[in-house]
Structures are given as structure tokens and as C-alpha cells.
């Protein structure tokens, strides 16, 4: 069974840093991009940050870029959303998901591409 368990959220002042964390389990991650995703009440799922199976190519939402990167350890199945200078607006619950690619090292900023989903960590931004 695959499972995808975020940590890391949490309440966080305006201009602080929160480092994300999603560990993967039932699936070896080398062979999978994952990607963060982050939702708030009433809109859509919006893309944040992804990263190809291998950690080659990286790609950020404009919304983000300069402030969160992603990285992974594959050894550890875990995957890494360091934010920084964040700001009331990255307020939302973040999801990470993974889906897996048959060719080398893909990466997508559509959600529809992913397969696997966690549950989400909620993170707070107070001004």
C-alpha cells in the first residue's frame, strides 16, 4: 500500500521559515516525481513546487520561486519543501504527491499527473 505522510506545518510569523517534509512508503521514490501542492477553502488545488525522480530538474510556481525549494533524499524516501520569507498568503494546508515516471526523470506542474496523495499539513502564516 502506498502512503504519503507530510509533516512540518504549522503556525509561523510573517517572514519566518517552515521546512516541509514527505515520506513515502510502499513505493521506492528514485523511480517517482513529487511534487507540493497547497489548497485554501474555496479554491482550486494550486501547483507549488516539483522536483523530477532524481532531483535534476526542479520547478517552482512563480508565486514561490526565490523563496521555497524543494529537494529529496531518495535513500530516505523523503522529499523536502524548505520555505522561507513566507507570507500570510502561503497560508493553506500543503499537500505533497507523487506519480511515476516510465521515462527518464519527468516532472509535472499538473495535478492531474499525480497518482499518490498525502492528507496534508496545514501551515499558518499570521501577519
Known amino acids: 500500500q502506498v502512503r504519503l505522510v507530510e509533516s512540518g506545518g504549522g503556525l509561523v510569523q510573517a517572514g519566518g521559515s517552515l521546512r516541509l517534509s514527505c515520506e513515502g512508503s510502499?513505493?521506492?521514490?528514485?523511480?517517482?516525481?513529487v511534487g507540493w501542492f497547497r489548497q485554501v477553502p474555496e479554491k482550486e488545488r494550486e501547483f507549488v513546487a516539483t522536483?523530477?525522480?532524481?532531483?535534476?530538474?526542479?520547478h517552482y510556481a512563480d508565486s514561490v520561486k526565490g523563496r521555497f525549494t524543494i529537494s529529496r533524499d531518495n535513500a530516505k524516501n523523503t522529499v523536502y519543501l524548505q520555505m522561507n520569507s513566507l507570507n500570510p498568503e502561503d497560508t493553506a494546508i500543503y499537500y505533497c504527491?507523487?506519480?511515476?515516471?516510465?521515462?527518464?526523470?519527468?516532472?509535472?506542474?499538473?495535478?492531474?499527473?499525480?497518482?499518490?496523495w498525502g492528507q496534508g499539513t496545514r501551515v499558518t502564516v499570521s501577519s
Open positions: 504527491a507523487a506519480y511515476y515516471c516510465s521515462v527518464n526523470e519527468c516532472y509535472s506542474a499538473g495535478a492531474s499527473s499525480y497518482r499518490y
Open positions: 510502499g513505493i521506492t521514490f528514485s523511480g517517482y516525481a
Open positions: 522536483s523530477s525522480s532524481r532531483g535534476t530538474f526542479r
